[in-house]
């Protein structure tokens, strides 16, 4: 039995303390969670991310008071009711979309930089599946939002998608019907994804956040050079008052400061992008109600899934499938193929520095032809080569690595 | 510092690249370009896109319009000659021929004159939707092929039109007269009916909701199909084809049974403004919002800039 001093004012520090001890707390997850000094901005896009999930969040609460998610109600409940009737409902609905799309711009931002410092290695690899595990939750909780206004494009994009699950030559469409609730998305399509978008989905992502968090707790963050360095004798020489010395520093206040500001900077943008230039988030097509009858001319998912749609594209239908297959999972085995000892920046590691800079600039390229029309040769072409660029890489990543040197 | 602005700029560059590819690069190559004309109509682009049987009747016809554009319309004998168009052309008409003929109260404000001169001569040649009457259809204002006849009394109607139906409309108004007769507009309560009255008794709601679906029974039976309405239209196609596509809905649509309307370019104004209003009705909101917010962001940052050098200044 602990010890409680019968004399401590209610929710008093020590009070508090005796029972949740909040002061462990506070230095575990805070004042002596010690990140390297030896960092730049590219550090701050886990707190970035945080930072805008949490205002999807707050938005999402909004909307979701206002949201109906019938076939025949949706898409007025989102363009007339919220945009029209309630007070600054638009200001949450721009919020929402052009963060859900810029939270992808920064998961990218997060993932490359991962990539290109090494950060998946040598007891960080559970921090990388976490995150990949994140990016995929992420995926399914924007395709099962971007369902909800029930436009053209939620309609079709449904449709696309919940057939790949036919399984090509395996014709299981008893499983897309399963999937659906229906033969065609309709009323329980609809009901299903809100429920998965504003509920089960959302639960999971924050369990998901938790556990990336808890996963960094002991390899620590990796740091510019790659450096390995004690951070228990670091740890002590900050103690100690000798910070220029010391290679690391609080999170709370130090590296905490220098996050707010580059969210400082990132919010300029984001709100830049709500007030003047929203569209890039919310595609024209959407703005025309769901209708089955009416097969828009082009069907395209949001920019942040085209590199993945390219390469299930230009190949057979079963190729295909097996492709896309493979590369929704193929970044989870990144820490596994790499089988290079040296955790550093990719300029210093020779052919892997070639590789990171072939695999960001593919994936680009993939993500242009995927929004493309393929019925232009030239581009189907592009989107070819670029999808088979995309295995090559991936098959050449433990050779070239395998002959690495050590730094 | 300079190694994180360098690092700053690698992610910018490719952030814009990214933005470039799937933005304006995409849009530029999925649609075709159709290259406006200044919302004048002088038939150049129907001959062009005419089939090789019709060119010559269409350049002959575009040649009749511009003579008759040359003569000097007289608006007192025209207010005579406008008198048979108000036979339809009237308060409370029902529908003829598949629409209810529109009021005219101010087309010579938001209509194009030589336009008003094509239509009067030949209305599916003018609306180029000639492509739908082959056959034994009829376009439901065809008769006025043979009640205005003579060049003259052409040039006189419009001239009547642009003298005393110029008062410059509401942007409603010009919605109304210019499309609302098969569009609905159903976030400002409004079908080809009209505005939808409030109704005390369910009885009465429920039959005007027939009448409703009467009419729009018609426009569809005339149209192929029902024409769209047109309340979120704003937001979901570009300016530009938009203003292109009611130009000459063939242009971007080929072989649609939309006919072309004939505004001229304050007539469309008028009626972007009303789409505008009804579909992005946010737009004033956000515009004097935008900069307080953005002002604060930036406040917020030389803020947070500051105490991040404080707590870093002597770190190194």
Redesign the interface.
């Known amino acids: 039995m602990a010890h409680f001093d019968e004399n401590a004012k209610p929710f008093s520090a020590q009070w508090l303390d005796e029972r949740l001890a909040i002061s462990t707390v506070r230095k575990v997850l805070a004042f002596e969670y010690w990140i390297p000094?030896n960092i730049?901005?590219?550090w701050a896009m886990g707190m970035v991310l945080a930072a805008t999930f949490g205002i999807l969040v707050v938005s999402g609460i909004f909307l979701l008071m206002y949201y109906q998610p019938g076939v025949d109600t949706a898409f007025?409940s989102v363009?007339?009711l919220i945009?029209?009737e309630v007070g600054?409902g638009?200001?949450w609905r721009?919020v929402h979309g052009v963060g859900a799309s810029l939270v992808f711009?920064i998961i990218y931002?997060h993932m490359f930089t991962g990539i290109y410092y090494g950060s998946y290695k040598r007891g960080r690899e559970m921090i990388w599946l976490s995150g990949m595990l994140l990016f995929v939750l992420f995926s399914a909780e924007a395709f099962s939002g971007y369902m909800l206004p029930w436009g053209q494009m939620s309609y079709w994009a449904g449709m696309v998608i919940t057939n790949l699950f036919s399984g090509g030559s395996l014709e299981a469409y008893g499983l897309v019907e399963w999937i659906r609730g229906d033969y065609v998305p309709g009323q329980a399509f609809l009901t299903r994804f809100f429920m998965l978008h504003v509920f089960l989905l959302p639960l999971v992502i924050i369990g998901g956040i938790v556990f990336h968090f808890a996963t960094l707790r002991l390899p620590h963050v990796n740091n510019q050079d790659g450096e390995d360095f004690d951070f228990e004798e670091a740890a002590e020489l900050y103690k100690a008052g000798k910070?220029?010395e010391s290679k690391v520093?609080p999170f709370q206040?130090?590296f905490l400061?220098?996050d707010?500001?580059v969210?400082?900077?990132y919010?300029?943008l984001f709100?830049?992008l709500?007030?003047?230039n929203f569209?890039?988030a919310?595609d024209?097509?959407n703005?025309?109600?769901a209708d089955g009858l009416k097969t828009p001319a082009?069907i395209y998912p949001e920019?942040y899934f085209?590199w993945s749609y390219e390469i299930l594209r230009p190949f057979s239908k079963d190729l295909g499938l097996i492709a896309f297959g493979i590369a929704q999972v193929i970044f989870l085995a990144l820490p596994f193929l790499d089988r290079s000892p040296n955790v550093a920046p990719a300029s210093k590691r020779g052919l892997f520095h070639i590789w990171f800079w072939l695999m960001?600039i593919d994936v680009?390229v993939l993500?242009?032809m995927g929004?493309?029309?393929p019925t232009?040769a030239t581009?189907a072409f592009i989107g070819l080569v670029s999808a088979v660029l995309f295995f090559v890489l991936w098959i050449a990543l433990p050779f070239i690595t395998k002959i690495e040197k050590k730094l | 510092m300079n190694?994180?602005l360098k690092?700053?700029g690698v992610?910018a560059f490719?952030?814009l690249?990214?933005?470039w590819?799937?933005?304006p690069?995409?849009h530029s190559?999925?649609h075709k370009h159709v290259e406006g004309h200044g919302f004048t109509y002088d038939g150049t682009a129907d001959i062009a896109e005419a089939s090789a049987e019709k060119k010559e009747a269409k350049t002959a016809f575009w040649a009749d319009v511009k003579k008759i554009a040359a003569l000097e319309g007289d608006a007192v004998a025209g207010e005579a000659t406008f008198g048979m168009c108000m036979g339809c052309h009237m308060d409370g008409a029902g529908n003829m021929g598949g629409v209810i003929p529109p009021s005219l109260d101010h087309a010579g404000a938001i209509y194009d004159k030589n336009y008003l001169i094509a239509l009067i001569k030949d209305p599916a040649m003018a609306s180029n939707v000639d492509h739908k009457y082959a056959d034994t259809m009829m376009h439901p204002m065809g008769s006025i092929k043979t009640m205005v006849t003579e060049p003259q009394d052409i040039a006189n109607v419009v001239a009547y039109l642009k003298a005393n139906k110029s008062a410059e409309p509401t942007a409603k108004e010009a919605f109304s007269e210019a499309c609302a007769r098969c569009h609905a507009m159903?976030?400002d309560k409004a079908t080809q009916l009209g505005d939808t009255p409030t109704f005390k008794y369910k009885k009465d709601e429920l039959a005007h909701e027939i009448k409703v679906i009467e009419e729009q029974d018609a426009v569809k039976a005339y149209m192929g199909k029902l024409p769209?309405d047109l309340?979120?239209?704003i937001?979901?196609?570009?300016h530009h084809f938009m203003e292109t596509f009611v130009e000459n809905p063939q242009s971007q649509l080929a072989g649609t049974s939309m006919p072309r309307v004939g505004l001229n370019e304050a007539g469309y104004e008028k009626v972007e403004e009303y789409l505008s209003d009804i579909g992005d009705?946010?737009k004033p909101?956000?515009?004097i919002?935008?900069p307080w917010?953005?002002g604060f962001?930036?406040l917020?940052?030389?803020l947070?800039?500051l105490?991040?050098s404080s707590?870093?200044r002597?770190?190194?």
């Open positions: 000094k730049n901005f590219l007025d363009n007339y945009m029209t600054y638009w200001l721009h711009l931002i910070v220029k520093i206040p130090v400061s220098k707010v500001f969210m400082g900077i919010f300029i709100f830049y709500v007030f003047y569209d890039f919310m024209p097509v703005f025309d109600p082009h920019w085209l960001l680009l993500t242009f929004k493309l029309p232009d581009f | 190694k994180e690092i700053f992610v490719f952030t690249l990214l933005y590819g799937v933005e690069f995409a190559q999925m159903r976030y769209p309340s979120m239209i937001r979901a196609r570009s009705p946010s909101a956000r515009e919002a935008g917010v953005i962001m930036i917020f940052t030389i947070a800039y105490w991040k707590l870093w002597d770190l190194h």
